[in-house]
Each structure stands twice: as C-alpha cells, then as structure tokens.
C-alpha cells in the first residue's frame, strides 16, 4: 500500500551512536544534551530565536494558549487539522470561526473584524499546508484590537516568505513533529515565542513549573521532550535537506501533468512563498469525483488522504457555525501520496488513475 506519507527514518547507524552516547551519560529525559543540542540547531537552520522543544504539536499549542493567559473566546480557521480546535476547547476555550480564503485556505483575515468582541482574547490561525496567513493584516487587527496571535505552524518547517522564515510571525509559532511531518522526531514540537521573558517563563511551564533552582514559580505541565526523541531529531536535520529536494521534484511532477486537467484543480501557494513540498492538494470539481478518485486508487493500493476533512466547524463538541467556503473545500480537497522516496512509477501511476477518473 502506497500511503499519503511515509515515515522517513534516519541512518540506524548514526541513531545507533547517539543511542550508546544517551545510555553511557545515563541522562534520558529533562532537558539532556540531545535536547539542548537540537534546540540550538534548530534555531540555526530555521533562523529563529527563542525555539522550546516539547513532547508534541498539540501540547505546544495549549502551552501556548497557557503562555498568553487567554480567555474566553479564540477567533480561529475552520480548516486545520483537528489539534488546532480540540486544543482551544480543551484548555476551556471558545472556538469562534472565521470562514477561509478560498485561494490560499488559510483563515480571511477580512472576516476577522466583525468577529471580535469584548470576550475575544486571540487569533489562532493555521498556516495551511505551510501557506502563509495574511500576517500584516492579522498584525493590524490584532493590534488594534489587542489580540495575541499564535500561529499553528505545523506545516511551516523551513518555510520562508519573501526570505523570512513564517515561523517569525505573531506572538508564538507552534511547530509539531509528528512521525509524519517531514522533520520529526517520533513524537514531538516546539513553540517559538518573540517574547524574551515569556521563553524563559515557558521553560517553566512545561516542567511542572520549576524554576532551574528547583522551586515551583507557577502552574505548569509535563510537555518535556526526551532524550530519544532528541537524538531522531538531530539523526534527521542532517537529512531533511535532501529530503525537502526530492519531494519538490515529485511535486513538480504531479504539478505539471496534473495543471490543466479538466475537473481538478491545483493548490497554489502565495507568491514569495518557499514551501516545503511536504503536501501535494488537488482540489476536485465534485465530492462524488473525489470518492471515485479515492476508490480507484485504493484498487491500485494506493491510499491518498482527505485532509483536511471534515471542516472543524462541523465537530460535535462545538457550537454549530456555518463556514461555507471551509465545508465546501473540505468536500472536494484531497492530499496525494508525497515523500522522499516514491517511486517515480508510482507518481506516474497515480497520475494516470487521476486523470482516467476525469475524462
Ligand atoms: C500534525 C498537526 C498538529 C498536531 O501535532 P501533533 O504533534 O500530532 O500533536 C496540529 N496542527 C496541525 C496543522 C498539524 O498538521
């Protein structure tokens, strides 16, 4: 079976080594070498400062819900995966959705005004499939407002705008590194915080709240990430690269045979934007075109994915909203298989099965 993604795992050797180096200093979890190290890389590769590593996306999302103190209602994309609402209500929150723009699917910062009220405390807004949000204008509103703004940047890694990395915008970046994220660390995140004192205050927080002196500074959780996952970590930024380059030959594959097909058609990214072809979206005229695309691919072992589906505003434990453009591209957007090592053949086959279903 071909699947939408498949883990990349790194050289078992060079795993192997940074596995014997964790066993012989016998320090595994709490912010061990691996850790720090990779924190620091990580920094220098993505050109941010201030980047806490934690044991997941969805846990960097509710520290920084906790990090900024927000309450009540959080003006929020109906189109993201899951983690991004479920957080919010999670932490006792009030998911209010604004609809999306219907070219770039990230959150129309030209709703977002006449959503705000006196019980909104923040902006939470998905940089869809690594695509940048209209910043400047969030910016605008939420300072004129005073909004915080936290950017679920789980498809942002090593993603710049005109040069500038996106995960520099608003007042905190999350990043997840999930085993099917192109970086990742088994499980795992990081959140990127511009506020000097608040970095230092979310070291604390995730560690139960202790200071470095061992006393207990304020309310806090266990969102450490471990020595082990550190050390995947620092085995797969030395790759990620060259896995970033192959992906983009498969996306400009499907890319130019698949433009121009009748019935279909392709995600574009905002221009200035360097993506990091870690998704490939093709956007179906119908639902019905889509269900059989889906089913004759799965005849041909390959399992594409329906992501994001189902729109957020439609999950049970929200309070109903009509988001037209979400629930309509929700119905009808579908993301093909894509990573490092797909076969040539495969991306071949799978757009022939493609364009079959469309004649
Ligand atoms: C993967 C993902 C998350 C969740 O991250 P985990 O590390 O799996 O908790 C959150 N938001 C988006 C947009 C994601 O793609």
């Known amino acids: 079976m071909i699947n939408v993604t498949?883990?990349?795992?790194?050289?078992?050797?060079?795993?192997?080594?940074?596995?014997?180096?964790?066993?012989?200093?016998n320090w595994i979890t709490n912010r061990g070498k691996m850790v720090q190290?990779?924190?620091?890389?990580?920094?220098?590769?993505?050109?941010?400062?201030?980047?806490?590593?934690?044991?997941?996306?969805?846990?960097?999302?509710?520290?920084?819900?906790?990090?900024?103190?927000?309450?009540?209602?959080?003006?929020?994309?109906?189109?993201?995966?899951?983690?991004?609402?479920?957080?919010?209500?999670?932490?006792?929150?009030?998911?209010?959705?604004?609809d999306i723009n219907r070219n770039s699917l990230c959150i129309d910062a030209d709703k977002i005004k006449e959503k705000i009220t006196d019980k909104t405390s923040a902006i939470v807004?998905?940089?869809?499939?690594?695509?940048?949000?209209?910043?400047?204008?969030?910016?605008?509103?939420?300072d004129?407002?005073?909004?915080?703004?936290?950017?679920?940047?789980?498809?942002?890694?090593?993603?710049?705008?005109?040069?500038?990395?996106?995960?520099?915008?608003?007042?905190?970046?999350?990043?997840?590194?999930?085993?099917?994220?192109?970086?990742?660390?088994?499980?795992?995140?990081?959140l990127i915080i511009k506020d000097d004192d608040l970095y230092e205050k979310a070291k604390k927080i995730i560690n139960f709240g202790f200071s470095s002196k061992g006393t207990i500074e304020c309310l806090g959780i266990n969102a450490k990430m471990n020595e082990f996952q550190g050390a995947m970590g620092l085995c797969l930024l030395e790759e990620v690269e060259n896995q970033i380059k192959k992906r983009k030959h498969i996306y400009y594959k499907y890319r130019s045979k698949l433009k121009g097909t009748k019935h279909i058609s392709i995600y574009e990214y905002e221009?200035?934007?360097?993506?990091?072809?870690?998704y490939f979206p093709i956007i179906l005229d119908s639902e019905?075109?889509?269900?059989?695309?889906?089913?004759?691919?799965?005849?041909?072992?390959?399992?594409?994915?329906?992501?994001?589906y189902p729109s957020l505003n439609n999950l049970e434990y929200v309070k109903k909203q009509k988001m037209e453009i979400s629930e309509d591209i929700s119905k009808r957007i579908?993301?093909?298989?894509?990573?490092?090592?797909?076969?040539?053949?495969?991306?071949?086959?799978?757009?022939?099965?493609?364009?079959?279903?469309?004649?």
């Open 6 to 25: 498949k883990t990349y795992l790194p050289n078992r050797v060079m795993y192997k080594k940074y596995v014997d180096e964790i066993f012989d200093s």
């Open 37 to 98: 190290t990779l924190e620091k890389k990580l920094e220098k590769y993505l050109n941010v400062k201030n980047l806490l590593l934690v044991s997941n996306g969805t846990m960097a999302l509710q520290v920084a819900y906790k990090l900024l103190n927000l309450k009540g209602d959080i003006i929020t994309t109906p189109f993201s995966f899951v983690a991004t609402t479920s957080s919010i209500v999670w932490e006792g929150l009030n998911p209010v959705f604004v």
């Open 125 to 142: 807004a998905t940089h869809v499939y690594g695509n940048c949000c209209d910043v400047n204008k969030i910016k605008e509103i939420a």
């Open 144 to 190: 004129e407002n005073n909004l915080k703004v936290i950017y679920d940047a789980a498809h942002g890694f090593n993603v710049t705008m005109s040069g500038k990395s996106i995960l520099d915008f608003g007042d905190i970046s999350t990043l997840s590194f999930h085993a099917t994220k192109i970086f990742h660390t088994i499980e795992g995140g990081a």
């Open 271 to 278: 221009q200035g934007l360097c993506p990091n072809y870690s």
């Open 288 to 308: 019905e075109l889509l269900l059989k695309v889906i089913s004759k691919l799965n005849d041909n072992h390959i399992n594409p994915r329906r992501y994001f």
């Open 334 to 359: 579908l993301c093909l298989p894509i990573y490092g090592d797909l076969e040539e053949e495969c991306v071949e086959k799978i757009i022939c099965v493609i364009k079959e279903c469309t004649l």
